[in-house]
């Protein structure tokens, strides 16, 4: 069974930092694309960003990016999101999500909640 | 930036009736390989999102046939036949033929 789970999220002040984890387990980590995508408070969804199975391609959100960093480790069947300067528009449940180009993003984690006040 | 724009923002559909609900993008999801990068998600109350329909029309592993999807171009339809509470929740459309893959604003389905 896949699963997808998420970790490191929190209320952290505006201009903070915070690491987000997602391990995967249930399928081969290495032979997939993944993916954060984010759902503020009472909203719809937004991509964040994505990166290869290998890590050769990575793409952001413009709305993320120079701030957001995404990696893994397929080692440890681990996806990552480095979030650096937060602002309050970055509260939100942020979800991964496995990636394959026939059918999209066909696996997703339960989300981990972040929020960015003082 | 491909604009994705679905329609109604709400439906209330009594169950057992159908619905339909349309999403419209700004630019042909039609890639030159003659793919379609279109999928539509549901998102039940306090529940991660689920892959229903992929490339226009291809239903997903494990989703009842009650779903069907259909168009072409910029403009598409998710069919739901005979509504039933499980049904209840918010559909995402969503492109993937350019990054940033962008969704629609989603619909909400109630029931009557």
């Known amino acids: 069974e896949v699963q997808l789970v998420e970790s490191g999220g929190g209320l952290v002040q505006p201009g903070r930092s915070l690491k987000l984890s997602c391990v995967a387990s249930?399928?081969?980590?290495?032979?997939?694309?993944m993916n954060w995508i984010r759902q503020a408070p009472g909203k719809g969804l937004e991509w964040v960003a994505y990166?290869?199975?290998?890590?050769?391609?990575?793409y952001y959100a413009e709305t993320v990016k120079g701030r957001f960093t995404i990696s893994r480790d397929n080692a440890k069947n681990t996806l990552y999101l480095q979030m650096t300067s937060l602002r309050s528009e970055d509260t939100a449940l942020y979800y991964c999500?496995?990636?394959?180009?026939?059918?999209?993003?066909?696996?997703w984690g339960q989300g981990v909640m972040v929020t960015v006040s003082s | 930036d491909i604009m994705m724009t679905q329609s109604p923002l709400s439906v209330a559909v009594t169950p057992g009736e159908s619905a339909s609900i349309s999403c419209r993008s700004s630019?042909?999801?039609?890639?030159?390989?003659?793919?379609?990068?279109l999928s539509w998600y549901l998102q039940r109350p306090e529940k991660s999102p689920q892959l229903l329909i992929y490339?226009?029309?291809n239903l997903a592993s494990g989703v009842s046939d009650r779903f069907s999807g259909s168009g072409s171009g910029t403009d598409f339809t998710l069919k739901i036949s005979k509504v039933e509470t499980e049904d209840v929740g918010i559909y995402y459309c969503?492109?993937?033929?350019?990054?940033?893959?962008?969704f629609g604003g989603g619909t909400k389905l109630e029931l009557k």
């Open positions: 999500a496995r990636f394959s180009w026939e059918p999209g993003f066909d696996y």
């Open positions: 249930g399928f081969t980590f290495s032979n997939y694309g």
């Open positions: 990166i290869s199975s290998g890590s050769s391609y990575i």
């Open positions: 630019k042909s999801l039609l890639h030159s390989n003659g793919i379609t990068y």
């Open positions: 490339q226009i029309s």
């Open positions: 969503v492109q993937f033929l350019e990054v940033p893959w962008t």
